[in-house]
């Protein structure tokens, strides 16, 4: 009996013992120790950032002449009124060109022709949204009126991302 | 005299199975062999017969259709509005990087350029090399240093197909502007 006496009192004493051990340690307890409220900062200077996804390229053959390509713009994080803009530039005004040859080519965007300038904008969004996209076509008949040599007929674009 | 007519009896529908059994592995064997025979016809008066030929296995697909479904990956380029570097310092901290989306398809090189009033002639303040996809480029070293101010620059990024030929694509010209302090 007295030893299960001691093996109860035991049992308490280590279940009690870390909130008997709270009161003993010396914590300070004042009329003043009531709910506490504070202010931190927790910030992020999230800076003007986007991702474009751009077409690499476009390869013509006799049984594919009209070829569609999307043109993404994902993650866009502007400043409050400020708009994202794409445009697009030839290098040889919109002909693929080897040596003094070439084929002409055209270009709808979401399926109105563009255009054949030296640049012109394709893409805008707004800040505030986070993507925007448009659809590219690339239009052939293949025409070899003016392609003068057999070869590899080629033309780059470019895209310029502008954020005013 | 009857068990032994029994006994005979059985063993003739046992060989009889038996010639059922090997006749249809022979069938299904045929019938395997002529999935994989083209038959070139012969001459019109039949003179030499056709001719038995096999599927190559070392034939395959056209790999050099550029509108293949890998090729139809665009390329992926991250852009930023503004860049800071420190004026009458040729070494500038950036972060110049190839996202891992361009993995198996795309190189970057990246160009960084410095365009006069005009807006059309640029002078070249750093050109990399070739990036892989999941790289950055934290430390780049200009050819001259800046004097204090706000300039209108470019980062031109020219990707280049991950084949023996190094292909560059279509490419992306970032406006930024470049804040020197």
């Known amino acids: ?164 | 005299m009857r068990r032994k007519s029994r006994v005979f009896l059985l063993l003739i529908i046992l060989f009889l199975l038996l010639l059922l059994v090997i006749a249809g592995i022979l069938a299904v064997h045929r019938a395997w062999c002529d999935r994989n025979r083209i038959e070139i016809p012969g001459p019109v008066d039949g003179a030499g017969g056709g001719v038995d030929l096999v599927i190559d296995p070392n034939a395959e697909e056209d790999s050099r259709h550029e509108n293949s479904a890998d090729a139809e990956q665009g390329v992926v380029i991250a852009g930023r509005e503004s860049m800071v570097v420190s004026a009458n310092k040729r070494e500038a901290a950036v972060d110049f990087f190839n996202p891992e989306e361009n993995a198996r398809f795309y190189y970057l090189t990246f160009e960084l350029r410095l365009y006069g009033g005009d807006g059309q002639d640029y002078e070249v303040l750093y050109t990399s090399g070739l990036v892989e996809p999941g790289k950055h480029i934290y430390r780049i070293t200009l050819s001259r240093s800046l004097e204090k101010g706000v300039y209108e620059a470019v980062i031109h990024v020219q990707p280049y197909r991950m084949n023996e030929e190094k292909t560059p694509t279509n490419n992306a010209d970032m406006k930024i502007r470049l804040i020197v302090n």
Request: glycine fraction near 8%; aromatic fraction near 8%.
């Open chain 1, 1 to 164: 009996m007295k030893k299960l006496s001691v093996v109860i009192l035991t049992a308490v004493l280590l279940l009690a013992g870390p909130s008997l051990r709270l009161a003993s340690a010396g914590d300070i307890i004042t009329q003043d120790s009531g709910e506490k409220s504070g202010n931190i900062t927790v910030g992020y200077d999230a800076g003007v950032a986007y991702t474009v996804t751009i077409p690499a390229s476009v390869t013509f053959t006799d049984s594919e002449k009209r070829i569609e390509r999307p043109l993404q713009v994902n993650n866009i994080v502007l400043n409050e009124g400020s708009t994202l803009s794409v445009n697009i530039a030839s290098a040889n005004h919109f002909k693929m060109t080897h040596g003094e040859g070439y084929i002409e080519y055209s270009l709808l965007v979401n399926s109105n022709a563009v255009p054949k300038e030296d640049s012109f904008n394709v893409l805008k969004v707004a800040a505030g949204d986070k993507s925007g996209w448009a659809i590219l076509e690339f239009v052939t008949d293949l025409n070899t009126e003016y392609a003068t040599y057999a070869g590899s007929y080629t033309d780059t674009l470019t895209f310029t991302v502008t954020i005013n």
